[in-house]
């Protein structure tokens, strides 16, 4: 008989669209996949705690991510609310891709994450011409997350990203990790997922998405402005003012397993036209 999950199936977020398949554009050959092990108990989540060991126990004491209802609005034609496996069906189920992850703090990962790219969802909403910044913003309910009794951060986390971000074809939103739906831990049910930016770009369990006209200010760029910038792209000629940014940990690759960190996380052939002639020094 299996063993029963510690974690009951109620609490896990949208089952919708699974099982997946691999899009063999994205099928990870050359690159050594983070254990499941790891990807879902090495967390970053400020709404929980700031000890990334203990993300998966507190958020999965009831806090709760089905039904989970997403907005989309601001600028656009057709603003609509969704709950998220009726969005994950209307836009035509999900895919599995496996994206290289690289936090600022100078440590990586290789994870194989389900969901479907940014830019389906942005077709659906039809942006006005005016629309050239997309916000997200996670959930408020210092209730079940208790960082957020805490105001470490001005809750609630916002990221952004421009149009041309964002309607790329890596932009990715993630509804699942592993085949699997997306752990509470991992920012269930759905989370956006930017592989050629630092870690904090990628928003966990969003509620809503806004299109601007204005660069909003994303929560990381407005704790520490002259840390943190809006694009935070992985750079290792950029250094963070209190580390290098040359190199990276392997999370779960074993004792000091390091290897040097590359342009926009190795994703320049996709990403590096939307950034010819910005100064990336400058635009940190
Ligand atoms: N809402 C929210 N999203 C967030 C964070 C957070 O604290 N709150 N942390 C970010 C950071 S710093 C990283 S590295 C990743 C971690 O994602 P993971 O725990 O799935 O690896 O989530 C990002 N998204
Ligand atoms: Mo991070």
Redesign the pocket.
């Known amino acids: 008989m299996a063993m029963p999950s510690l974690i009951p199936q109620a609490l896990a977020g949208a089952t919708a669209g699974f099982p997946v398949k691999v899009n063999p554009k994205f099928d990870g050959s050359g690159l050594d996949l983070t254990s499941y092990k790891y990807?879902t108990s090495?967390?970053?989540?400020?709404?929980f705690t700031t000890d990334k060991g203990g993300?998966k126990e507190l958020a999965n004491q009831g806090w709760k991510t089905d039904p989970w209802t997403i907005k989309i609005g601001g600028l656009v034609e057709n603003p609509f609310k969704a709950d998220v496996n009726e969005l994950v069906k209307k836009l035509g189920g999900i895919e599995e891709r496996i994206y290289r992850?690289r936090?600022?703090e100078a440590w990586s990962?290789v994870v194989p994450w389900d969901g479907f790219p940014l830019r389906k969802l942005i077709e659906l909403a039809k942006p006005k011409s005016s629309a050239r910044f997309l916000k997200f913003t996670?959930f408020v309910d210092p209730k079940s997350a208790p960082g957020q009794k805490r105001r470490t951060i001005d809750w609630p986390?916002v990221e952004a990203l421009n149009m041309a971000e964002a309607t790329n074809d890596l932009a990715f939103v993630a509804t699942g990790v592993y085949g699997k739906p997306l752990p509470n831990?991992?920012?269930a049910p759905i989370?956006l997922v930017v592989p050629w930016k630092y870690?904090?770009k990628?928003?966990?369990?969003i509620v809503k998405i806004e299109f601007t006209s204005k660069r909003p200010v994303n929560t990381w760029q407005q704790l520490a402005p002259e840390e943190y910038g809006f694009y935070a792209n992985v750079n290792p000629e950029v250094d963070h003012p209190r580390w290098s940014q040359a190199s990276e940990r392997i999370i779960g690759g074993g004792f000091s397993a390091r290897q040097p960190t590359l342009l926009f996380n190795g994703y320049e052939k996709e990403v590096g036209h939307i950034y010819k002639g910005v100064n990336l020094r400058l635009l940190y």
């Open positions: 990807v090495y967390n970053n989540f400020y709404e993300v992850f936090c600022v990962m996670t986390y831990q991992n920012g989370r870690g904090f990628s928003i966990k369990s």
